[in-house]
């Protein structure tokens, strides 16, 4: 069974930057896109990028687009997204999800979910 497990949240300064990973098992990046999502407390869950199997089409939300960058090694069957000159505005649990085949990857329902991992920005 395809699992998803996400890492790299913390507490970090306005203008910082994260990475978060999210390692895929059961199953392998070849056949699946992988989704970030995004919730803040008292919001809905936002999407924030996502990767598409194949040629690795990446596709960001609008308040994230130019600071964030997602990426995937497929040897280590891990998803990243990269997190520059973050913001208040980006704090909530990100979580990470997998769906196939993964052609199409924004604004489409997926199948896995991690359990999440919470990024807080603020000084």
């Known amino acids: 069974q395809l699992q998803l497990v996400e890492s790299g949240g913390g507490l970090v300064q306005p203008g910082g930057s994260l990475r978060l990973s999210c390692v895929v098992s059961?199953?392998?990046?070849?056949?699946?896109?992988i989704g970030w999502f995004r919730q803040a407390p008292g919001k809905e869950r936002e999407e924030v990028s996502c990767i598409t199997t194949g040629d690795g089409s990446a596709y960001y939300g609008e308040t994230v687009r130019d600071r964030f960058t997602i990426s995937r090694d497929m040897l280590r069957n891990t998803a990243y997204l990269h997190m520059n000159n973050l913001k208040p505005e980006d704090t909530g649990v990100y979580y990470c999800a997998a769906v196939k085949p993964g052609y199409v990857c924004w604004n489409y329902e997926y199948d896995y979910w991690g359990q999440g991992t919470q990024v807080t920005v603020s000084s």
């Open positions: 059961g199953a392998t990046l070849d056949y699946h896109a």
